[in-house]
């Protein structure tokens, strides 16, 4: 029987995970790389299995991860590296399928009325794939207009949206932020016609972020979660929520000592998924999460609750307490001025916020105001400062690319 058709037995494990782990094991082992890590461990006793690292991904060779024959592969994909060594990620053609099913059957709700431009990068990446197989099994057509393309700088794609009209726009969340400002001081109205929602994915998103884009388009945004390494693991509800309602993961949050803290407390995010293309078990890449009775949302949803803090490593250690990304974004995004870009420097004295204002005058009693604020909330010494985290200029122009002329014409002549 397939996994969609097991779905309710898989509820018998608990909280943390929805999938047998007999099923979980069977598909690991197809790959060399389980083989080996498990060939001396009980894997009966599933707390004895231990964690998969992201290191151990970075280092592996790729082949060894595949959990089918490379025949059956549809295609291949990396990290982006910025945290070290990029780690690889292989996707069945059966991978695809459920990928796109999944996608489809989520609150975003995709159909063939719909027509779907697609900023996230079309690279090695995989959010902008998940998007366009949806699109292809849902028959919505779909606009490729891939961040890391220089053939469509944001001006190009405001531009597409004006022209064409999408009804669905994927974004990483701070390229809707900064096509969102750009197109207000333009005087664009926003939404669109047609535009019904955002997809967001590929950063954190905790509520007042959501909730500033939201305002800032005028439509709702879904928010997607999942890595290049997992593939997509959940879509937000329409209330925003991670329901984890995967017939192929299981969820661990687990203490510094692996093993598993109680429903409603942080700790460090480990899955187990039983994709065809690269199984993972126990994998566990930095990230930080909690997990809350289903009830915590009012959609209706069964299925408890996932809160994706980010990577540990983005954690700031303040006086009496430690701060997530998730909680530094729910500070700044509640502030009377937002910004369009952002970024904190942790000092061990200070923490120095970089603001890219667009669009509005800056001034001095901006500035103290915003030190004011945060200084309130986070209870150490804070400093604004308004400057340019991206080049404005870049933002607004329209480079012009083409192809290669093999040919040359003339009109003075040559002596």
């Not at 990928?99 to 063939?112: D, G, P, Y």
């Not at 949206?161 to 974004?171: A, D, K, L, N, S």
């Not at 950063?203 to 945004?221: D, T």
């Amino acid at each position: 029987m397939s996994p969609e058709n097991n779905y309710d037995s898989f509820c018998s494990k608990g909280v943390f995970g929805f999938i047998m782990e007999d099923l979980l094991i069977s598909a690991a082992l197809q790959s060399n790389f389980y083989k080996k890590k498990l060939s001396n461990v009980n894997v009966r006793e599933w707390s004895k299995i231990p964690l998969t690292t992201k290191q151990e991904l970075r280092d592996a060779d790729p082949y060894d991860l595949l959990g089918t024959a490379i025949q059956n592969i549809a295609t291949y994909h990396e990290t982006s590296g910025t945290t070290g060594k990029p780690s690889p990620s292989w996707f069945s053609f059966d991978d695809v399928d459920m990928e796109a099913k999944f996608t489809v059957e989520s609150h975003l709700r995709l159909t063939e009325d719909d027509l779907v431009l697609n900023r996230f990068p079309f690279a090695l990446a995989i959010p902008s794939f998940i998007l366009y197989w949806a699109c292809q099994l849902s028959r919505a057509a779909h606009i490729a207009a891939s961040k890391s393309s220089l053939l469509t700088p944001h001006m190009r794609v405001i531009e597409i949206i004006e022209r064409v009209q999408p009804t669905v726009i994927t974004f990483i969340p701070a390229e809707a932020e900064i096509i969102g400002t750009l197109a207000r001081s333009l005087n664009i109205p926003l939404p669109t016609k047609n535009l019904r929602c955002l997809v967001l994915g590929g950063e954190v998103v905790s509520p007042k972020r959501k909730k500033y884009i939201e305002a800032l388009w005028g439509v709702p945004a879904f928010a997607s979660f999942g890595s290049t390494e997992t593939g997509g693991l959940f879509m937000t509800c329409h209330h925003g929520n991670y329901h984890m309602k995967n017939p192929i993961a299981k969820v661990e949050i687990l203490d510094e000592e692996a093993q598993n803290v109680p429903l409603g407390e942080k700790g460090e995010f480990a899955i187990s998924i039983a994709r065809e293309g690269m199984p993972l078990l126990r994998y566990a890449n930095g990230d930080m999460a909690e997990i809350r009775e289903a009830t915590s949302c009012t959609c209706g949803s069964s299925y408890p609750v996932l809160v994706h803090y980010g990577r540990k490593s983005d954690h700031i250690a303040l006086k009496d307490r430690t701060l997530s990304l998730y909680e530094l974004q729910d500070i700044v995004y509640s502030l009377p001025y937002v910004p369009m870009l952002w970024r904190a420097q942790v000092y061990p004295d200070q923490i120095k916020f970089h603001y890219q204002m667009f669009g509005m005058e800056k001034t001095e009693d901006m500035r103290l105001c915003l030190e004011g604020e945060l200084r309130q909330h986070l209870g150490v010494d804070v400093s604004v400062n308004f400057t340019e985290l991206v080049d404005e200029a870049d933002l607004t122009s329209v480079p012009h690319y083409s192809k290669f002329h093999y040919v040359e014409h003339f009109t003075h002549v040559l002596v």
